[in-house]
């Protein structure tokens, strides 16, 4: 038996999510928790001027689509 005091369980399950970054659109299975997180685990860095179509904390849910929309400044 396991003591149930001052335990916490943690589960995430995969996701099929579409990454579309710099002309190429991809599908990737994840199991981030948020657009951020998928971000990062994917090793992409955002510009002070890049938007994604997602807000970085926004929970990832199985088949959203998650742009990346490079901005130039001139």
Do not use: N, W
């Not at 999510?17 to 685990?41: C, F, K, M, P």
């Amino acid at each position: 038996r396991l003591p149930l005091d001052g335990m916490a369980l943690s589960i995430t399950t995969p996701k099929d999510v579409t990454l579309v970054v710099d002309g190429q659109e991809r599908v990737v299975t994840t199991t981030a928790a948020s657009a951020g997180d998928l971000l990062a685990e994917q090793g992409i860095t955002l510009g002070e001027s890049d938007r994604t179509s997602l807000y970085p904390r926004q929970p990832l849910l199985a088949g959203m689509r998650l742009q990346v929309y490079r901005v130039q400044v001139s």
